[in-house]
T-cell receptor
Framework: DAGVIQSPRHEVTEMGQEVTLRCKPI?????LFWYRQTMMRGLELLIY????????DSGMPEDRFSAKMPNASFSTLKIQPSEPRDSAVYFC????????????FGQGTRLTVV | QKEVEQDPGPLSVPEGAIVSLNCTYS??????FMWYRQYSRKGPELLMY????GNKEDGRFTAQVDKSSKYISLFIRDSQPSDSATYLC???????????FGTGTRLKVLA
């Protein structure tokens, strides 16, 4: 398996524009996570899905952020409208099942909003 | 106060040194503890996982949990330049996937 695949790797956009980040989890993994990483706040869980159903979105910073998982092999994180403070590295991760299972991270998408 | 505190470093050590990386936490309900390693421009990868208190060893790495002090440690013996990375601690109370991460400690092992 190629691991968790994220696209794009880098995204530069202007404030106010819509941004869509994409993720393909590892086949067979039931859990999918979206994280945001900044120097100040570290790695923060935004939302996670179990079998394509959102379970906990309490980490989503505000209504400008939305995430979907239409099927087991694809998820998106959308920011609309984007703001400079959204600049961060966004990671998608997937996990096979139990709480104690390793989460396998993708390479991340480095988002810069100017 | 953050739930998990971690010194950001950077921590620079000579090759072969013993490295000690630490996290403190405030939530006494945390039971599951993980250490992730993150190389520059990469995603984190799991190094060690421990449950409750005690020690766990895996090769050159030892993870230690002291729940009474709310303190966890990762020791790296015979450190190598390839160990240069950011080390993140993560923890949860169990029954939830909402792991709380530290901000990471950047380690540099000098050849």
């Amino acid at each position: 398996d190629a691991g968790v695949i994220q696209s794009p790797r880098h995204e530069v956009t202007e404030m106010g524009q819509e941004v869509t980040l994409r993720c393909k989890p590892i086949s067979g993994h039931d859990y999918l996570f979206w994280y945001r990483q900044t120097m100040m706040r570290g790695l923060e869980l935004l939302i996670y899905f179990n079998n394509n159903v959102p379970i906990d979105d309490s980490g989503m910073p505000e209504d400008r952020f939305s995430a979907k998982m239409p099927n087991a092999s694809f998820s998106t994180l959308k920011i609309q409208p984007s703001e400079p403070r959204d600049s961060a590295v966004y990671f998608c991760a997937s996990s096979p099942g139990t709480v104690y299972s390793e989460a396998f991270f993708g390479q991340g998408t480095r988002l810069t909003v100017v | 106060q953050k739930e998990v505190e971690q010194d950001p470093g950077p921590l620079s050590v000579p090759e072969g040194a013993i490295v000690s990386l630490n996290c403190t936490y405030s939530n006494s309900a945390f039971q599951y503890f993980m250490w992730y390693r993150q190389y520059s421009r990469k995603g984190p990868e799991l190094l060690m996982y421990t449950y409750s208190s005690g020690n766990k060893e895996d090769g050159r790495f030892t993870a230690q949990v002291d729940k009474s002090s709310k303190y966890i440690s990762l020791f790296i013996r015979d450190s190598q330049p390839s160990d240069s990375a950011t080390y993140l601690c993560a923890m949860t109370s169990g029954g939830t996937y909402k792991y709380i991460f530290g901000t990471g400690t950047r380690l540099k092992v000098l050849a």
